[in-house]
């Protein structure tokens, strides 16, 4: 059960700063929530709480904020963190998924001997938009066999339209809180 004493700590730790990075926008900073020690420690804990019996064998965290959420429950629930990289960033043989940006096209990598058809993977990213990262991430994970049901977020803004996305991808989500707006 999720703790609602937790949930709002988190939320209420994420700073909006309106304006930024463009006019318009309502960033919400999830990095405040990091400088939270009690919000950070409580994040991982829900997301443990929510994981710890689904039989996961890896989670795979997204560049960059991902991997500030990612590897600290993989280390709690004793499994594997692998993470997806912007390109040329990771050392070994690597796949890549180029996906779209609300201005233009990036590309995400993966090593090709991080997952096998034996991984149940759970993704985790620290806010959901779009939903055009994790979608890219997902496809990097089943084009090397692995298993990918579930996706998890400190934040999601439900009115940009990624739960949908990402839904159509036969992705079940969490996400710790919501926001309105961009």
């Not at 996961?56 to 004793?78: D, N, Q, S, Y």
């Not at 993470?83 to 990598?109: H, N, S």
């Not at 339209?161 to 309105?180: H, I, T």
């Amino acid at each position: 059960m999720i703790n609602k004493h937790s949930l709002a700590l988190i939320k209420n730790s994420i700073k909006t700063i309106p304006d930024y990075p463009k006019p318009g926008i309502m960033f919400r900073d999830v990095t405040s929530l990091l400088e939270n020690a009690e919000a950070y420690k409580a994040t991982i804990a829900l997301l443990v709480a929510h994981y710890q019996s689904k039989g996961f064998t890896k989670i795979v965290g997204t560049e960059a904020r991902g991997f500030l959420f990612g590897a600290p429950l993989a280390l709690e629930l004793g499994i594997g963190f692998v993470p997806v990289r912007k390109p040329g960033k990771l050392p070994r043989e690597v796949i890549g998924e180029t996906y779209e940006l609300e201005y233009g096209m990036d590309t995400l990598e993966i090593h090709t001997d991080a997952i096998n058809a034996d991984d149940k993977v759970l993704v985790i990213d620290d806010l959901l938009a779009t939903g055009g990262t994790i979608e890219a991430t997902v496809k990097l994970i089943r084009r090397l066999g692995g298993q990918v049901e579930h996706a998890a977020f400190v934040i999601s803004l439900p009115e940009i339209g990624g739960e949908k996305r990402l839904e159509s991808l036969g992705l079940e989500l969490l996400s710790l809180c919501e926001f309105e707006g961009e």
